[in-house]
């Protein structure tokens, strides 16, 4: 291919010190790169040209080489182009080493095909979210073939690691600039011929993608209604396509990019309208994956759009490209992105669904505080019942699924009881309530927003503790009572002396799971508020309420019946969905963990005071002053602050996610709140004061 000598690894090495000053020549790194160009410029084949080049880039990203060279704080990437710095140098004083390099690069370019490095790399493919999500799964756990002519491909194997990126975040254009002088200078135009075709082919790819997602039925039926050859997406494509024969032609004119930068624009105020009617008509992942598909399109056709209005050759367009490519492909790597950017819609529209589903657990003024005092104990009646349901159920020798189930619908069935009379259990508050704090931190702006969520903060937490307080007095009291009532009946205790004492060594926190149980109830607590949640966006995203509304069976019972069915479906089904989910999820929870051997089991501070209560009162005086009933109570206790601490936290993180919380904000948050709760702690546990009547 060439009637020049090979260099070899002293030569170089040597033309490496020739060009630099004397005190630099000892540094250990130089003697890999004299190796990883030589063994770039001698390789045979594609694959060991390729390999070649990928060591010389991680070479190239390992970091600074002179440690007494001053380099700003602010730039965090600044040491990355020392290496980079040194090769320029070498190679502008070595010509006929850059001549081996541009050989090689050349040759890398003429064997491979640039297409999808510009129209595929981190963009994800058209069959949708799961689908993409198994394909970066499986390529994490089975190793993928090569594609040494595909160029993406060696783009996705240069930057895997977060480290990849230093040189190409720290590059700067005007070193770029001395890059393009040496490999691709103005004289060899055929070093730059392979990569215009690949953008050339790369740009018609993304306008395909744009035209077929944004004209799917999908997002046309949410777009404003219009003739399909009105549509921005189907403009874009044909004002893409004149702009690009003017670019191969070497003749971009001003109207056709305006024209195109119009039809772009366009399709951008489209997505708004798109997104805009996902949040009041239902999210759709899927969706909301088509939309990321089209911004990711939109935003690589518009950096490869300035590439082409640029003056030849300009180094900051295709830098910018280039940058944009590679945190693509290092983003393609992995999964957090893509579960972030397509989840995060929906994180919001359960977090919003759960705040307003939530507003009646807090109260604001006396009134709504004694509202949560009787709410709340006629929560505890009930659940008496529910307790010695769950009780009766365990003592009947049931097949595990059977009584695992029948715990499930004995729950369900008391949770919608609490929800159809309005009353209380405590312990369904923080899934609730953390939605609508952070609600607050997203709509309130201006210097006293902190301030107003910390005094939200203090209405939430007495809130939570007088219906804690009454549920568990209420049901302890209930339970007695119960049990007195079953005697006068029966003649005897509710319970047995054996499932009264299992009752009591079952709650300790010293010798049993209470404390990992109690936790992992919080869990199922948050993930109930998240199934209600997420049921009420698929109502109304598939529009239940309407289709029930005007099901043929209002022909027999009356359509205005239907219409006030629906309103009671709208109303209702996030509630429902979470009392019915929490309610199986608690009851299955054990039977899961005994059929497969592991430890779950769930522990429900208001629930297993009530059990306590029966198992107490079933109890002779004798068995009291054994330490069980202490110990049982402080497992009681240990409940109280983990079902409600950790179902809180985990909503809390889901909101902060959702709406993304600067971290700032969080820590000035937690000082303030601290601050009140040291200088005024009766904010937090005392009954709101009555607001000053005007005039």
Request: with cysteine; net charge positive; hydrophobic share 50%.
């Amino acid at each position: 291919m060439r009637n020049r000598p090979i260099l070899s690894p002293r030569d170089v090495l040597a033309s490496i010190h020739a060009a630099l000053p004397p005190q630099r020549r000892g540094q250990r790194e130089l003697p890999k790169l004299a190796r990883h160009l030589c063994n770039l410029t001698a390789s045979a084949d594609l694959p060991d040209r390729l390999d070649a080049w990928l060591a010389l880039n991680r070479w190239l990203a390992g970091g600074a080489l002179w440690s007494d060279v001053y380099i700003d704080a602010a730039d965090v990437h600044g040491s990355a182009t020392q290496r980079f710095a040194v090769l320029m140098d070498v190679l502008a004083a070595t010509p006929a080493l850059a001549e081996e390099l541009r050989d090689a690069l050349c040759a890398i370019l003429d064997e491979t095909d640039g297409a999808n490095l510009f129209g595929e790399v981190g963009i994800p493919s058209d069959r949708g979210f799961l689908s993409e999500f198994g394909d970066r799964v499986t390529a994490k756990l089975i190793p993928a073939p090569r594609d040494d002519h595909d160029l993406s491909h060696l783009m996705g194997r240069s930057f895997r690691r977060d480290r990849d990126l230093t040189l190409m975040r720290g590059l700067q254009p005007s070193t770029f600039q001395r890059l393009l002088e040496i490999l691709f200078p103005a004289g060899a135009p055929e070093m730059s011929a392979a990569l215009c075709r690949g953008l050339a082919d790369g740009f018609r790819l993304l306008l395909a993608r744009v035209q077929g997602q944004g004209l799917s039925l999908k997002l046309r039926t949410r777009s404003e209604p219009r003739p399909v050859a009105q549509s921005p997406f189907k403009r874009l494509a044909d004002s893409g396509e004149n702009l690009l024969c003017a670019w191969e032609q070497g003749r971009v004119s001003g109207p056709l990019l305006e024209a195109w930068q119009a039809d772009l624009a366009a399709c951008r105020d489209e997505m708004q309208v798109i997104s805009h009617r996902l949040e009041s008509e239902g999210i759709s992942v899927d969706i909301v994956y088509g939309l990321d598909v089209l911004d990711r399109c939109l935003a690589r056709m518009e950096a490869i759009a300035a590439v082409m209005a640029a003056e030849p050759r300009a180094p900051g367009p295709l830098l910018a490209l280039l940058r944009q490519l590679a945190e693509a492909a290092h983003e393609s790597n992995g999964l957090g992105h893509l579960v972030r950017s397509n989840l995060q819609r929906l994180q919001r529209r359960i977090v919003d669904r759960a705040g307003k589903t939530g507003e009646h657990y807090i109260a604001e003024t006396p009134a709504d505080y004694r509202h949560i005092w009787a709410a709340a104990a006629g929560g505890g009646v009930l659940t008496v019942g529910t307790a010695a349901m769950k009780m009766a159920i365990a003592g009947l020798g049931l097949a595990l699924f059977i009584e695992g189930f029948f715990s499930g619908l004995n729950y369900a069935f008391s949770f919608l009881l609490l929800q159809a009379f309005g009353l209380i259990l405590a312990t369904k508050q923080p899934a609730m309530t953390a939605a609508a704090f952070a609600a607050i931190i997203r709509d309130r702006r201006g210097g006293e927003r902190l301030e107003v969520i910390v005094d939200y903060a203090a209405c939430i937490c007495r809130s939570q503790l007088a219906a804690t307080i009454a549920n568990v007095v209420v049901v302890a009291v209930g339970a007695y009572a119960f049990d007195a009532l079953w005697r006068v009946m029966t003649g005897h205790s509710f319970l047995s002396k054996a499932e009264a004492g299992y009752v009591f060594h079952s709650l300790s926190p010293v010798d049993s799971g209470t404390v990992f149980y109690a936790a992992l109830t919080g869990v199922i607590l948050y993930l109930a508020a998240l199934v209600g949640g997420w049921v009420d966006n698929w109502a109304v995203y598939h529009r239940l309420p309407q289709a029930i509304a005007e099901h043929r069976l209002g022909n027999r019972f009356g359509r205005l019946r239907m219409i006030r069915l629906a309103g009671v479906v709208s109303r209702n089904m996030s509630g429902w969905a979470t009392n019915i989910s929490l309610g199986l999820m608690l009851g299955m929870t054990p039977v899961l963990g005994r059929f497969f051997g592991l430890p779950l089991d769930v522990r429900h501070v208001t629930l297993n005071s009530g059990i306590l209560s029966l198992a107490t009162s079933s109890l002779e005086v004798s068995w009291v002053g054994s330490g069980l009933l202490g110990l049982a109570v402080a497992g009681v206790g240990v409940m109280f602050v983990l079902n409600l601490g950790v179902s809180f936290a985990l909503s809390l993180l889901t909101a902060v996610r959702a709406y993304d919380l600067p971290r700032s904000d969080l820590r000035e948050l937690r000082r303030r709140l601290w601050h009140r709760l040291v200088s005024r702690p009766g904010d937090f546990l005392l009954p709101p004061r009555a607001a000053p009547r005007a005039g």
